[in-house]
């Protein structure tokens, strides 16, 4: 896993109890990092506060990537670790509820329906709301999701992979016309915001008021990164939602020492009239809003390019139409000739 990706997660600052959402979670590197996280750590009274995490990846393939290294890198964290197979636009399984490594509150809500089936079954079909991997104690009364919403939420959303390293190197293989094709001119650059749009806002959806949210891209694309958080920020208001300084970052931009990871400003306009040619003319108040969001840039942070935003949720806001979820603009709103 590369840095920024570590990053990523660590800005979630994740605290022993959580119930933390990964929901775009395959591979599973950012997963496990989570789960690790997750301490066991008793209270004042001796309770054992235990947190948990919940992945979501929409391919079964990479889902069972996700189980594999959860098998064999999770150690005596994948305990608390569960996977779906679901769409994460519209995933709606809530929190598992507390107090689920107590075998008498397991024993009282077992499902007999889910414990009939034969074992392989009930490892390999994919039911909508249920678990498609946990170990025993998820896979039973735990699995079964509570009332309560995530206390963290990280939406590192599909994208064009046009800032990972790795990724692009596999280009010179591919052949660099491919990247071209696929990245920049074709529908991806079009269909890709608009998902993660509606990402973004169903992980805000299944945040707790006073719970945080990262939302993470490896592409360098404006429209993938601060468009998309844009759309978000103006359905949301202040008293809704707010930036916060990552922590591990905070400081890196005013003391770029040998030490430290270089950050990158966000992409705004540079004056009037580039306002208004981006028809963003009305929206300056929004960009002023994510000041906070950081680009990790190849060529002065020496890791792979990442897009990271931590926002806190203040409270609930209205419910929204779907068709209200979409960025401040796509690429077929600009003029062909201005970059990326």
Request: proline share 6%; hydrophobic share 35%.
């Amino acid at each position: 896993m590369d840095v920024s990706s570590g990053i990523a997660a660590l800005a979630l600052s994740v605290e022993p109890g959580d119930n933390v959402l990964d929901l775009c979670c395959a591979p599973g590197a950012k997963l496990l990092l989570l789960a690790d996280l997750l301490e066991n750590h008793r209270s004042h009274d001796g309770v054992v506060l235990r947190g948990t995490v919940t992945g979501v990846d929409i391919s079964p393939h990479r889902a069972a990537t996700c189980r594999s290294l959860i098998k064999k890198h999770a150690g005596n964290d994948k305990g608390f670790i569960r996977v779906f197979v679901d769409d994460g636009t519209t995933f709606d399984a809530r929190a598992p509820q507390h107090g689920w490594h107590d075998p008498q509150i397991i024993q009282a809500a077992n499902s007999p329906s889910d414990s009939s089936l034969p074992k392989a079954k009930r490892q390999k079909r994919a039911i909508s709301g249920q678990p498609w991997f946990a170990p025993r104690l998820l896979g039973t009364a735990y699995a079964c999701s509570g009332t309560q919403l995530y206390d963290r939420v990280l939406v590192d959303a599909e994208c064009t992979h046009d800032g990972s390293l790795v990724h692009v190197q596999k280009y010179a293989q591919w052949g660099w016309e491919q990247l071209d094709t696929q990245v920049v001119d074709g529908n991806k650059s079009v269909t890709v915001p608009i998902l993660q749009s509606k990402l973004l806002e169903n992980g805000w959806r299944l945040l707790k008021p006073g719970g945080v949210l990262v939302y993470s891209t490896c592409s360098l694309s404006r429209y993938q990164n601060e468009f998309v958080l844009g759309g978000f920020l103006a359905r949301h208001p202040q008293d809704e939602a707010v930036l916060e300084p990552i922590p591990l970052l905070a400081d890196c931009c005013a003391t770029p020492d040998g030490g430290s990871i270089v950050t990158s400003p966000i992409w705004t306009p540079v004056d009037d009239d580039e306002w208004e040619r981006a028809g963003l003319g009305q929206r300056r108040s929004v960009f002023s809003r994510m000041q906070h969001a950081v680009r990790l840039n190849p060529l002065v942070s020496n890791t792979s390019g990442m897009f990271i935003a931590r926002i806190k949720k203040l409270q609930h806001g209205a419910q929204l139409d779907e068709s209200e979820i979409v960025p401040l603009a796509s690429p077929t709103q600009q003029c062909k000739t201005q970059p990326v």
